[in-house]
């Protein structure tokens, strides 16, 4: 019995000291350690703020290969510790490090051309008035150089110099014209007035691929959408409201009700914008909470577009360019959050250097008989001075592609 006991004590203990020796061998075998000494980094570890990078972009060259090439955060300005693991030549694990340095390297944007008008009087702050943005910095430095008078007629030989906090600086030349308002006596004005014909757009834009199309708000009055249907188009982008300045009020369209109700019974697919001021994402937010509720009893087949146009009021916002993406994308999500999809609206040059950091769909505006966007787009507005039955007077033709 006694031996029974022992022989059965020794087994157990042989069998413990097995899986123990198994169980270090796996751990030996497949545990992570440092070792930097497989790969290879680039010379300049120095990236942008706000850029798409992994840990690829930094490894010159490696004895293996990376398994997490992930994302490396440069949202702030700073040192960033990378960590990451790849397979070494003996196809081991192995940890390596390095740190990278992120820094501001865009210079500020100034959206001037080489002149810029005003009329004798005029109560302005072109600081104020001229866009000064950073990619960065909410408040970069910006001022103009040089004397000018809005009481006094002349041209006025200025530069416009704005400078960020990393020391990134840009300036503009332009000629200020500063000119007397003429008083109109008549006679009308021999200007040719143009007009885009819905019909040749249809003839020229519409295919398998495409469906053709309005934008409308109040300023096309009362819309027999019958006509409009007759005439070809396929959807209609309503307007479904707009914000009374930066912090003000919702303003609901006084022909949202009766655009969409009568759109939808002639059977046109219909999407929807909104005209923002949203300095903020909680502003953002609140503006799509708004939206919903306007919508939320139609059938809204096509996206729900940020419509943000006031650069004008930009300089006062306090927003860097990259947190002006962030208040549309708040936007977006919200509505998103609630099964509807959205795009983001915006003419060519301004898409190329304020919305940059979008990655939603887009509504572009770029009125020309061929655009040259070279991004991509899911719904281009190509005129505002179409003409279609059932309108009096212009509208926006827009072609959507499916």
Known sequence: MYLNKKKIIIIVSIVIAVILIISLTIYFNNRVVLDNSGFTLKDDLTVNVYSDVKVKDFIKDIDGKVVDNKKINTDELGKVDVEFIYLNKDNKKRKGTF??????????????????????GDDVNLEDEILCADNYDSNPSCKIKGDYDLNTAGNYSLVYEA????????SVDFILYVYEPKSVTGGGSSEEVTSTDFNAVLEEHKNKDTLVGIDVSKWQ?????SKVKEAGAEFVIIRVGHQNGVGGEYVLDPYFKRNIKEALENKLKVGIYFYSYADNKKEAKKQAEWVIKQIKDYDITLPIAFDFECFSSFNSMNLSLY????????????????GYDTMLYGSKNYLNAIWKYNTNKVWLAHYTDQTDYDKDYMMWQLCQDGVIDGINGFVDIDILYK
Do not use: H, M
């Open 221 to 225: 009055g009362a819309i027999d959408f």
């Open 163 to 170: 400078e960020d906090s990393s020391g990134n600086k840009e």
């Open 99 to 120: 740190e990278v340095t992120v820094k501001d390297l865009e210079e500020p944007l100034i959206w001037l051309s080489n002149s810029y008008s005003a009329r004798v």
């Open 323 to 338: 947190d002006l993406n962030e208040v549309a994308e708040t936007y977006f999500s919200t509505l998103e959050n609630k």
